[in-house]
């Protein structure tokens, strides 16, 4: 059996050029496809699962809505980072706009508002809260049967994994991991992509 293949969508930015290219991150991408070149060359569908890095503009993204649902009804995956108007474009996201604290952690005995949602999900296998805790822009309606990971302890969800919208998986989050990490701060956003790229390969191979 050959292994999984993951597509990265990448829109050529500085931050999504030095996440990918990224030695710690650069084996768990099979290719990269360019966000503009999405609808002309189809060969991403190929794939088992497209990875949506974070802040893509969704006019490319939105122009494959139809491709994208053929590639879940195919039983594949889809991940959604955030800041791409995933709900625009995929089946079942619904996205709620919050306010966004960027520097909530120097209150003293600040709390970020999130908690985990799912202890014993194989992603907490290879990360913490504390990995996927910086801030988020916005927060998700949780679909019927879906998991989600990380809640808003004020509601919603801002991680979770759907496996019940489609014949496929989605992976959906307001997280922008690949913009802070491509942009050299935020040092959970290197470990949140750390511990979720090793979980998305094993879980991609039956092993979650």
Not at 27 to 42: K, Q
Not at 118 to 146: I, M, N, R, S
Not at 175 to 204: K, Q, V
């Amino acid at each position: 059996m050959s292994a999984p293949r993951i597509v990265a969508v990448d829109a050529g930015t500085y931050f999504h050029r030095t996440t990918f290219s990224d030695p710690r991150f650069a084996p768990y991408f099979d290719a990269l496809v360019y966000a503009p070149e999405l609808a002309a060359d189809l060969d991403w569908m190929e794939a088992d699962c497209l990875f949506v890095a974070s802040r893509q503009d969704p006019a490319f993204l939105q122009a494959v809505r139809e491709p994208i649902a053929d590639f879940l009804a195919a039983g594949k995956t889809v991940v959604a980072m955030g800041e791409s108007q995933s709900e625009t474009w995929l089946p079942g996201v619904v996205w709620h706009p919050s306010e966004v604290n960027f520097w909530w952690w120097l209150t003293p005995g600040a709390d970020s508002g999130l908690r985990i949602g799912a202890t014993e999900h194989g992603l907490f296998k290879h990360l913490t809260l504390a990995d996927a805790t910086w801030h988020h822009h916005g927060y998700l309606d949780v679909p019927h049967g879906a998991i989600s990971l990380v809640n808003r302890a004020a509601g919603g969800s801002i991680l979770y994994e759907d496996r019940m919208t489609t014949s496929g998986r989605i992976i959906a989050t307001t997280l922008d991991p690949c913009y802070h990490h491509g942009s050299n701060f935020m040092p959970a956003t290197t470990r949140f992509l750390t511990g979720f790229l090793h979980w998305l390969r094993e879980s991609l191979t039956g092993n979650p």
